[in-house]
Each structure stands twice: as C-alpha cells, then as structure tokens.
C-alpha cells in the first residue's frame, strides 16, 4: 500500500519543501494551503502530490478535504505546517487580533485538523500497523524572546498539544512526533512577520547561514522514516550560529536577536 501523507501549510516554505521530499520517497502526498495557484507550482511535475484547497482556520474547509480523503483511501501522516507569527511588538504595544489569528493558526488549525484526521490515521494503523501525526511548532514553544509573546505563546500551546496527544494515544500504533526549527530562511515567514517589509525580514538572517526549508522537510521525511517502534517524540534544529532565541553568531562574533 503507497503510503499518503496529508501535508498542510504546503503552498510556500517548509510546507512546499516537505511535500516536494515526501513524494520523491514515494509517498502519496496531500498538499493542502489556502492559495491553490501556490500549490499548483509545488504539484508541478511532481505526480504524486496532489494540491487541495484548504483553510485551517474554518472547520468546513477542514471538514470537506478530510471527507475527500476519507474516500480516497489510506491516511499514514499528517504534517500539521500551516502556521506563522505576525509582529515583534512587546505586550504593552501588542496587536490583539494579530495574536488571536496567531492562535487560530497555529493552535486551533492543528487541532481541527488532527481531530479530524484521527479516525482515518487509527484505521490506516490497524492494516498496517502504524500512523503518524507531526506538529511543525518552532524553538518558541521552548523559551520567550522580548518582543516574541504573541508567537511564543501559540507555539507553546502547540507543543503541549503535541505532547498530551502523545500521551493520550499511549498504546495505540499512532507515532506524535514534534518538530521544533530555530531561525529559517523561507520566502515567507519573516516577510509575513514584518508585514511586508522586505528589509526588516532579511536583517534576520544577515551575517550567518540560518537554516533553510529543504533542512526542516528532512528531518520531517527522517522522523517519519524511523522504524515503526522509533519515535521521535521532540527534534530541536538551529542552525549553527544560533545558541538561542535571542543569541546567534554574526560575522564570526556573538550579537543578540
């Protein structure tokens, strides 16, 4: 049986970049993202990705691509990618419904998604023997930064989900796997982050190599690639330079975020 991964958050970044590798292992893979004409180019010439429409952040768009599935047959993987932070303001400065659409993203969207994917990967683990479930959450769900508590929070939320679903699944052949990517360099993030401003977001990722989305899409591809009583419960990845959220090596010497 191809294995099928549902990929979310996969019309730019990591999210493209994963669905790219799952399918050159052979996986059947799901590449679902808001942005259709996104997911069009990351399909291209790639015949075992499959582009659907999706919004996390509505139930019924969560609701219909999982019915679609469910018809299609097997699920093995959900790869919960969808997410993103807005601004680098400190609290007293701090956007309200920036950090609401921040937790509906990030929080909520991964939780409509594995509720609702939960039964199809339970009846793909009793053929098969094994499922998974990956949350892409950041090393923001592992310490604060000045100016981060809008993502920090979100990010947190998501890695305790991750973990209480670990514990709630004990027993069953049902893998929860977190993925936890210090500074990358996508097209997106930072650009999404500083709301558009080009500059701000390249200053982030001045002076030293940060990591870049084809690093995070193999360390997903390794995780779910472990043999079937492997898992990888938490996998943190920084790039070299950067010791912390707030500390990273530029140009050979240490700077603050």
Same mark, same amino acid.
């Given at each position: &049986?191809?294995?099928?991964?549902?990929?979310?958050?996969? +019309?730019?970044?990591?999210?493209?970049?994963?669905?790219?590798?799952?399918?050159?292992?052979?996986?059947?893979?799901?590449?679902?993202?808001?942005?259709?004409?996104?997911?069009?180019? /990351?399909?291209? @010439?790639?015949?075992?990705?499959?582009?659907?429409?999706?919004?996390?952040?509505?139930?019924? +768009?969560?609701?219909?691509? /999982?019915?679609?599935?469910?018809?299609?047959?097997?699920?093995?993987?959900?790869?919960?990618?969808? @997410?993103?932070?807005?601004?680098?303001?400190?609290?007293?400065?701090?956007?309200?419904? @920036?950090?609401?659409? &921040?937790?509906?993203?990030?929080?909520?969207?991964?939780?409509?998604?594995?509720?609702? !994917?939960?039964?199809?990967?339970?009846?793909?683990?009793?053929?098969?023997?094994?499922?998974?479930?990956?949350?892409? !959450?950041?090393?923001?769900? %592992?310490?604060?930064? *000045?100016?981060?508590?809008?993502?920090?929070?979100?990010?947190?939320?998501?890695?305790? &989900?991750?973990? !209480?679903?670990?514990?709630?699944?004990?027993?069953?052949? $049902?893998? /929860? $796997?977190?993925?936890?990517?210090?500074?990358?360099?996508?097209?997106?993030?930072?650009?999404?982050?500083?709301?558009?401003?080009?500059?701000?977001?390249?200053?982030?990722?001045?002076?030293? *190599?940060?990591?870049?989305?084809?690093?995070?899409?193999?360390?997903?591809?390794?995780? %779910?690639?472990?043999?079937?009583?492997?898992?990888?419960?938490?996998?943190?990845?920084?790039?070299?330079?950067?010791?912390?959220?707030?500390? $990273?090596?530029?140009?050979?010497?240490? +700077?603050?975020?």
């Amino acid at each position: &049986m191809t294995r099928r991964a549902l990929v979310t958050g996969a +019309s730019s970044g990591i999210g493209a970049a994963t669905a790219r590798r799952l399918a050159e292992e052979g996986w059947q893979v799901i590449a679902a993202a808001r942005r259709l004409d996104r997911l069009a180019e /990351v399909a291209a @010439g790639h015949r075992l990705i499959a582009a659907r429409e999706l919004d996390v952040t509505d139930q019924a +768009s969560v609701d219909e691509l /999982v019915g679609e599935i469910a018809l299609a047959g097997n699920l093995d993987a959900v790869v919960n990618i969808a @997410g993103g932070a807005l601004g680098l303001d400190r609290i007293e400065d701090a956007d309200v419904d @920036g950090w609401a659409q &921040m937790y509906d993203v990030n929080v909520l969207g991964a939780l409509r998604v594995t509720k609702a !994917t939960l039964p199809l990967l339970r009846a793909t683990a009793e053929l098969t023997g094994g499922a998974d479930v990956v949350f892409l !959450t950041s090393t923001a769900a %592992l310490a604060p930064y *000045e100016g981060g508590a809008g993502y920090v929070g979100p990010k947190h939320a998501e890695r305790q &989900m991750a973990t !209480t679903l670990r514990w709630e699944l004990a027993g069953e052949p $049902i893998r /929860v $796997i977190q993925i936890a990517p210090g500074a990358v360099d996508t097209e997106e993030f930072s650009l999404n982050r500083f709301g558009g401003d080009a500059a701000r977001a390249a200053a982030v990722y001045a002076g030293y *190599e940060p990591l870049h989305a084809d690093d995070i899409a193999d360390a997903i591809v390794w995780t %779910l690639t472990r043999p079937g009583h492997v898992n990888i419960d938490e996998l943190v990845i920084r790039p070299r330079a950067q010791v912390s959220n707030w500390k $990273i090596a530029k140009g050979g010497g240490p +700077s603050a975020k």
